[in-house]
């Protein structure tokens, strides 16, 4: 089964970018269709990005045009530009299979703050 670590995350003002890394191990990553979630204080985990085995792209409404999903199949990696960041995009950033997902990993931590 296939793990993950993400890492990048970290506080920075509002505008400003990160970009996160996701590391996975086990076979079959570049099978999968993988996503980004995040989880802010009190709420659900949402799906903020996924990415098919081919390239294929999708973004939730908050995060489109501000967000890029990219991966690199040869080194089972999966990162998450983000730029012009937002206080709301304060939460624990994942990565994991999208539908069905596996286990989760702990996650990095982004604050958008001033």
């Known amino acids: 089964q296939v793990q993950f670590v993400e890492s990048g995350g970290g506080l920075v003002q509002p505008g400003g970018s990160l970009r996160l890394s996701c590391a996975a191990s086990?076979?079959?990553?570049?099978?999968?269709?993988m996503g980004w979630y995040r989880q802010a204080p009190g709420k659900e985990r949402d799906l903020v990005a996924r990415i098919t085995s081919g390239g294929s792209k999708n973004y939730a409404d908050s995060v489109k045009g501000r967000f890029t999903i990219s991966r690199d199949n040869a080194k089972n990696m999966l990162f998450l530009q983000m730029s012009s960041l937002r206080p709301e995009d304060t939460a624990v950033y994942y990565c994991?299979?999208?539908?069905?997902?596996?286990?989760w990993g702990q996650g990095t931590q982004v604050t958008v703050s001033s």
């Open positions: 994991n299979k999208y539908l069905p997902t596996g286990n």
């Open positions: 086990g076979s079959g990553f570049r099978f999968l269709i």
